[in-house]
């Protein structure tokens, strides 16, 4: 399975990322050791979108709080940085893909990360995964 992170990146160019306690949406819970990731960095941060392309080294799920009604799952991991993006992909390229059943992965994108732009790791299907290859 592939995922995304949409996260504050502080060295695009590092050869790893290590994320703690990130929001999870869209599947993103699932994240496991070995998996695909692709990172972006965080508009809301200064980033540019899309940066690196990695393989989850480590992944753990952090506690539930039990004096809270609602928490959305939370998961720290880190990453191998496989390949850095050498085009842009961010919210301004994404953002005209508003058609949210149309089936493109770039509506996945968008709807994913920008539609409620808060930080998290999502599950991608495998077609916006070979899309998100395409930029390395």
């Known amino acids: 399975m592939a995922f995304a992170i949409k996260a504050e990146v502080k ?4 050869d790893t990322f290590s994320f703690a306690a990130q929001k999870t949406m869209y599947g993103g819970k699932h994240i496991a050791d070995g ?20 393989v989850v080294t480590s992944s753990q799920a952090i506690p539930r709080r039990l004096d809270l009604d609602r928490q ?4 720290s991991v880190s990453i191998r ?8 992909l ?6 005209r893909f508003k ?3 149309d089936g493109r992965p770039e509506t996945e994108l968008n709807f ?6 808060t930080n998290k790791i999502v599950a991608i ?8 290859d395409g930029f390395f």
Request: proline share 3%; no cysteine.
């Open 11 to 14: 060295d695009p160019q590092a």
């Open 35 to 54: 998996d695909a990731i692709f990172v972006f960095a965080s508009e809301n941060e200064g980033g540019q979108g899309l940066v690196a392309r990695g």
């Open 72 to 75: 959305t799952p939370r998961v």
């Open 81 to 88: 940085r496989t390949a850095l993006a050498t085009r842009r």
């Open 90 to 95: 961010g919210r301004d390229e994404l953002k």
């Open 99 to 101: 058609v949210w059943k």
């Open 112 to 117: 994913k990360f920008y539609r409620q732009a």
């Open 125 to 132: 299907s495998g077609e916006t995964a070979a899309f998100l």
